[in-house]
T-cell receptor
Framework: DVKVTQSSRYLVKRTGEKVFLECVQDMDHENMFWYRQDPGLGLRLIYFSYDVKMKEKGDIPEGYSVSREKKERFSLILESASTNQTSMYLC??????????????FGAGSRLTVL | GQNIDQPTEMTATEGAIVQINCTYQTSGFNGLFWYQQHAGEAPTFLSYNVLDGLEEKGRFSSFLSRSKGYSYLLLKELQMKDSASYLCAVKDSNYQLIWGAGTKLIIKP
């Protein structure tokens, strides 16, 4: 019954490494999102996408990039990981909802530690 | 700036009722969401309010007052499995979600 799958639950990387976080959804949703979740803070939006090959910056895009080559897949890339990117990364998707709710379905998260 | 306030942590007893408050100051309002997140798991959708009033879903209810910038989530007949964080989020005038930091609810037997 898994609907949003994040490829890695736990990753440990070194400063300066390139990191790929993969997210796949099987609900044919148009919208996909990457958030980071840190203690004491609300979810912060990194990037989002409303369609294939389309991407929009969220509130904290610096140090990140994304790729959406297929509708079901949305990848988050850290070009050169830094210690302040140690966090929980959550992927989510939603459909275009006539009622305007656009309920998010989240993946289980990827906990990244950068040493 | 935009702001969502929720208590950091609450404790309640199994079988009791608890109310988790959320106040918001945002540029515009296009709906308020509550999500539940168990430790180490994905947030899951609980409720959506766009009009004033109470929405009831089984043991969970959510209330909204747009004039007061206020919502609450009411959990009745608490069970141990209700121990989780509860996230409040508001959709602003640009239809972007602004998230609160979450309320960790601890249920004691």
């Amino acid at each position: 019954d898994v609907k949003v799958t994040q490829s890695s639950r736990y990753l440990v990387k070194r400063t300066g490494e390139k990191v790929f976080l993969e997210c796949v959804q099987d609900m044919d949703h148009e919208n996909m999102f990457w958030y980071r979740q840190d203690p004491g803070l609300g979810l912060r939006l990194i990037y989002f996408s409303y369609d294939v090959k389309m991407k929009e910056k969220g509130d904290i895009p610096e140090g990140y990039s994304v790729s959406r080559e297929k509708k079901e897949r949305f990848s988050l890339i850290l070009e050169s990981a830094s210690t302040n990117q140690t966090s929980m990364y959550l992927c989510a998707s939603s459909s275009m909802d006539r009622a305007g709710a656009n309920v998010l379905t989240f993946g289980a998260g990827s906990r990244l530690t950068v040493l | 700036g935009q702001n969502i306030d929720q208590p950091t942590e609450m404790t309640a007893t199994e079988g009791a009722i608890v109310q988790i408050n959320c106040t918001y100051q945002t540029s515009g309002f296009n709906g308020l969401f509550w999500y539940q997140q168990h430790a180490g798991e994905a947030p899951t959708f609980l409720s959506y309010n766009v009009l004033d009033g109470l929405e009831e879903k089984g043991r969970f209810s959510s209330f909204l007052s747009r004039s007061k910038g206020y919502s609450y989530l009411l959990l009745k007949e608490l069970q141990m499995k209700d121990s989780a964080s509860y996230l409040c989020a508001v959709k602003d005038s640009n239809y972007q979600l602004i998230w609160g930091a979450g309320t960790k609810l601890i249920i004691k037997p």
